[in-house]
């Protein structure tokens, strides 16, 4: 009876080492030795720590996704792309981003968004707004979150720490948001008017679109 056990209990741990393995990496090893190569040992563990994030969001709920991957990408120092890239304007990937260690409001709504699309979170969620910064009454960039088509989004910011609904951010004028191949003329409380391909629209969003796909260091 005792070898029973013991044979169900050793089966039973190799079949979760087996599904466990072909769970594929969110970040490969590769990646982050490139990383690390190109921008140092420190750069490849920020990486390796987003890695680590991330494995542990596993199953998790979308709520508990969008706290620790906001909490952790705004850590980051805000730069601007001059300072940064010596460009007025660069959207940086994920990658590049975390190996420089700094960057502007697009670079960190654009990690935020890859990083929960690989987590389960559907894109048709996720939508990425350019809005009207009050305060500076300059040109700003978030990620807002959909939990349904209809519902109040909830923004994930790097100037405010807390993620909030649209309604309570009397400080952003939105202007328009997209996500993947769809432009919308943003609302407060929706998604506004649907503009046909955001690829055409926004040139910048469709070479990081491809820079991501191609794994750009």
Not at 31 to 51: E, M, N, P, Q
Not at 88 to 104: C, I, N, Q, S, V
Not at 137 to 145: D, I, K, P, S
Request: with cysteine; proline share 4%.
């Amino acid at each position: 009876m005792m070898l029973s056990k013991m044979i169900i209990i050793f089966l039973l741990g190799v079949a979760f080492t087996l599904l466990y393995a072909s769970v594929e990496p969110f970040i490969s090893k590769k990646t982050i030795d490139s990383v690390g190569k190109k921008y140092g040992k420190y750069a490849a563990a920020r990486v390796t720590k987003l890695l680590n994030i991330m494995n542990a969001l596993r199953g998790k709920s979308e709520a508990k996704k969008l706290i620790i991957i906001n909490k952790y990408f705004n850590q980051v120092p805000y730069k601007t792309d001059m300072e940064v890239w010596g460009k007025k304007d660069y959207w940086a990937t994920r990658m590049e981003f975390l190996g420089r260690d700094m960057g502007d409001c697009e670079d960190y709504a654009a990690a935020k968004y890859f990083t929960l699309v690989q987590l389960g979170v559907s894109p048709k969620k996720l939508f990425l707004t350019y809005a009207k910064y009050k305060k500076t009454n300059t040109a700003h960039m978030v990620l807002t979150y959909f939990k349904k088509p209809k519902s109040v989004p909830l923004v994930l910011d790097s100037l405010v720490k807390k993620i909030l609904p649209a309604s309570k951010r009397k400080d952003l004028i939105p202007v328009y948001s997209f996500s993947g191949d769809e432009l919308y003329l943003a609302k407060q409380k929706g998604m506004g008017k649907k503009v046909p391909s955001a690829l055409k629209k926004n040139k910048k969003w469709a070479k990081l679109m491809n820079d991501v796909q191609s794994n750009k260091i």
